[in-house]
């Protein structure tokens, strides 16, 4: 596995390759759901790139950005072992140089769920995003469901903006307990951890009612808040039921529905969801 | 000359075209230094493609978007007479899509000058170039000086999003007495096309001045104002004398000196500029 520390490297890097590139671009703090990708890229294509970079333009002042989990050399194992080609592993200031100001902005998709409680985070990721498509090139590059709202987001983007990469969305990888895999999960304490399952269990019981013929939008809002409130440490920031194609919340039956939940445990914020019809995805 | 109508049909075709590709994007209305930059383009590349789209989203409300000429058969066979391979000629429902809303967004470069008289012309244009671009995958992409801050612009554009294309900047191309071709000189009567040389002239007795050892930047402005003011005809809109990198505006010395001026003849508002030292260019 060869490892560069900028984008010019990652693309003459990766321009030697040949073949198609799948890409996988991280923050590191890697776990199941980040190596899922990796091996769905590696069937799709001939070579796996991957980057870590832990994005200071997605963070808000009052965020986790200094705390946020790096442990490197153990990522790299895991990305080695995987049977990946090429890691990107810059430095912010080869990212951001000084005088840096050219921003990709998303439009109303960013406006709600995750983009109104933490302003700015979507621009950070669409930007960086663009940046590392345009450094690496790849035919297909994969991201997780667990963030729904920023793959339809980088979905849209690379649409609107024409990128040549097809964006691939993989399903949420769990722990056996229901806990969607997330880098943050290390944050919770050992009685949080316990707790933290009640999102997965939510988003199933609200997937039953689906199952039973619910497709009101707040009654299965009302579900998924009813488990959750089971929950003495689980503190609901928001659930929504929306439109998986225009994240708009809908009352009544959509073709796709996103129901989506944001959770705090103590100073932890969770995130989960699930895409009805079952099976479908983003 | 292969012509065709979408992003994705033009990244099939340039594909297939296979070696480097010099790309020109315009807004037809083709004239000498649209031709220069095609035959820059073509010196330094296996292949040229070239695009003509008008670009709504750049035009403000009350700017000249319906009015702007389109002499769409005879700037095609421009094209071919000088051996472009491959033109992309959307339709604006190819480019915006609906629900189209993620742009690029320029800094502080667009806050001067064009930037501050057109509010969202240079997102308009940086989010063109950016879509053009990623479907076109240039090697090369050829701009005119005679537009110096959107040169500018793009040029910090790919840069901070890490564009694989070199952006090259082209020299302006002038009529014999002077003025700089543009595709907006067409609007002008017949008295003010007599007049509109002014600003050649002005931006020459300035170059002149700093021949002659003059590097302050207010003092060389007045020399503009003052050739500019013996032209009842031309209402001077700015003279800027700024760094050339920065668009900073600069009182002293500056390593390049970007001396740019907006003229209104009319309704017609001409730009034009000059970088000194003599010879350096953007």
Same mark, same amino acid.
């Given at each position: 596995?060869?490892?560069?520390?900028?984008?010019?490297?990652?693309?003459?890097?990766?321009?030697?390759?040949?073949?198609?590139?799948?890409?996988?671009?991280?923050?590191?703090?890697?776990?199941?759901?980040?190596?899922?990708?990796?091996?769905?890229?590696?069937?799709?294509?001939?070579?796996?790139?991957?980057?870590?970079?832990?994005?200071?333009?997605?963070?808000?002042?009052?965020?986790?950005?200094?705390?946020?989990?790096?442990?490197?050399?153990?990522?790299?194992?895991?990305?080695?072992?995987?049977?990946?080609?090429?890691?990107?592993?810059?430095?912010?200031?080869?990212?951001?140089?000084?005088?840096?100001?050219?921003?990709?902005?998303?439009?109303?998709?960013?406006?709600?769920?995750?983009?109104?409680?933490?302003?700015?985070?979507?621009?950070?990721?669409?930007?960086?995003?663009?940046?590392?498509?345009?450094?690496?090139?790849?035919?297909?590059?994969?991201?997780?469901?667990?963030?729904?709202?920023?793959?339809?987001?980088?979905?849209?983007?690379?649409?609107?903006?024409?990128?040549?990469?097809?964006?691939?969305?993989?399903?949420?990888?769990?722990?056996?307990?229901? &806990? *969607?895999?997330?880098?943050?999960?290390?944050?919770?304490? =050992?009685?949080? %951890?316990?707790?933290?399952? #009640? +999102? @997965?269990?939510?988003?199933?019981?609200?997937? &039953? *009612?689906?199952?039973?013929?619910?497709?009101?939008?707040? =009654?299965?809002? %009302?579900?998924?808040?009813? #488990? +959750? @409130?089971?929950?003495?440490?689980?503190?609901?920031?928001?659930?929504?039921?929306?439109?998986?194609?225009?994240?708009?919340?809908?009352?009544?039956?959509?073709?796709? +529905?996103?129901?989506?939940?944001?959770?705090?445990?103590?100073?932890?914020?969770?995130?989960?969801?699930?895409?009805?019809?079952?099976?479908?995805?983003?």
């Amino acid at each position: 596995m060869r490892r560069v520390t900028s984008p010019g490297e990652a693309r003459a890097a990766r321009r030697s390759l040949g073949g198609t590139v799948g890409f996988v671009p991280t923050m590191g703090a890697l776990h199941a759901g980040h190596l899922s990708l990796v091996r769905r890229a590696r069937e799709e294509n001939a070579h796996v790139v991957a980057s870590i970079f832990v994005n200071p333009a997605q963070f808000g002042p009052k965020e986790d950005l200094s705390a946020y989990p790096r442990p490197l050399e153990r990522d790299l194992e895991l990305l080695e072992k995987e049977g990946v080609a090429l890691v990107l592993v810059p430095e912010p200031a080869a990212m951001y140089a000084p005088g840096f100001e050219t921003w990709v902005e998303p439009g109303s998709l960013a406006a709600r769920l995750e983009g109104e409680r933490r302003p700015g985070h979507f621009r950070g990721v669409l930007t960086v995003v663009a940046k590392l498509l345009n450094a690496v090139e790849p035919d297909r590059a994969y991201f997780g469901q667990k963030d729904a709202q920023q793959a339809v987001l980088i979905r849209r983007m690379a649409r609107d903006l024409d990128f040549a990469s097809e964006v691939v969305v993989c399903p949420i990888v769990r722990e056996s307990d229901g &806990l *969607a895999m997330s880098s943050r999960n290390v944050y919770l304490s =050992a009685e949080e %951890r316990k707790a933290a399952p #009640v +999102l @997965a269990r939510a988003l199933a019981a609200a997937s &039953l *009612a689906w199952d039973a013929g619910e497709r009101r939008g707040d =009654a299965l809002k %009302r579900v998924v808040l009813t #488990v +959750l @409130a089971s929950e003495p440490l689980a503190r609901p920031d928001y659930v929504s039921a929306a439109d998986a194609d225009t994240l708009e919340e809908t009352m009544g039956e959509a073709p796709r +529905l996103l129901l989506s939940t944001a959770v705090r445990f103590g100073a932890t914020r969770l995130l989960d969801n699930v895409v009805l019809p079952h099976g479908t995805g983003l």
